[in-house]
């Protein structure tokens, strides 16, 4: 049902950009506050996902993924680039320093969609668990609660490129627990 609104929105149908927000915006506005921390900020946010997702439904290939981890992809990054901003913006007007999150080259599935596939949850949760510990953590918070990498390692109290290791290595696990290699 969710696929066939999707494909609606692509052809300009808004009754169906109404009907996929009805479906899906509880579980994307948990996304975008778990990542944001301010309630007010993550309701502009969401706005702008479903403006993303009205702009690019043409997009969505069910082949490649479900409709909610699509979403929730969209969700992610767009809540990323608002602490993005607003950390720039509190600093511009000297109010907090700058820590935006790295960006890592990577031809990888992106590990959010990965995490954010409802329908994968069970195989997801033992293929987390499988994890080392440090490796589920790091991820854990770095895709959860929206961490940079710096922000990670001074929280755990270990070295910066220890960090990057570890979240590389535990998501190369799980690119392989998953299947998607």
Same mark, same amino acid.
């Given at each position: 049902? @969710?696929?066939?609104?999707?494909?609606?929105? #692509?052809?300009?149908?808004?009754?169906?950009? &109404?009907?996929?927000?009805?479906?899906?915006?509880?579980?994307?506005?948990?996304?975008?506050?778990?990542?944001?921390?301010?309630? %007010?900020?993550?309701?502009?946010?969401?706005?702008?996902?479903? @403006? &993303?997702?009205?702009?690019?439904?043409?997009?969505?290939?069910?082949? !490649?993924? +479900?409709?909610?981890?699509?979403?929730?992809?969209?969700?992610?990054?767009?809540?990323?680039? /608002?602490?993005?901003?607003?950390?720039?913006?509190?600093?511009?007007?000297?109010?907090?320093? #700058?820590?935006?999150?790295? %960006?890592?080259?990577?031809?990888?599935?992106?590990?959010? %969609?990965? @995490?954010?596939?409802?329908?994968?949850?069970?195989?997801?949760? !033992?293929?987390?668990?499988?994890?080392?510990?440090?490796?589920?953590? +790091?991820?854990?918070?770095?895709?959860?609660?929206?961490? +940079?990498?710096?922000?990670?390692?001074?929280?755990? /109290?270990?070295?910066?490129?220890?960090?990057?290791?570890?979240?590389? !290595?535990?998501?190369?696990? @799980?690119?392989?627990?998953?299947?998607?290699?």
């Amino acid at each position: 049902m @969710l696929i066939a609104a999707i494909e609606q929105v #692509a052809r300009g149908n808004s009754a169906a950009l &109404k009907q996929v927000y009805d479906m899906t915006s509880a579980k994307l506005f948990g996304v975008i506050l778990r990542i944001m921390h301010d309630r %007010e900020l993550a309701e502009d946010v969401l706005q702008d996902v479903y @403006l &993303k997702v009205w702009n690019r439904a043409g997009r969505f290939d069910a082949n !490649r993924a +479900s409709p909610i981890s699509w979403l929730c992809v969209i969700a992610r990054n767009a809540a990323i680039d /608002g602490v993005r901003r607003q950390q720039r913006s509190d600093y511009l007007s000297g109010h907090a320093e #700058a820590d935006v999150l790295e %960006e890592i080259e990577d031809d990888a599935v992106p590990a959010d %969609e990965l @995490l954010c596939n409802a329908e994968d949850n069970e195989r997801m949760r !033992r293929c987390m668990e499988a994890l080392q510990d440090d490796h589920r953590k +790091s991820i854990r918070m770095a895709f959860f609660d929206g961490l +940079s990498h710096s922000e990670l390692a001074e929280r755990i /109290g270990v070295p910066l490129g220890t960090m990057k290791s570890w979240i590389r !290595r535990g998501l190369a696990s @799980l690119k392989g627990c998953l299947g998607g290699g």
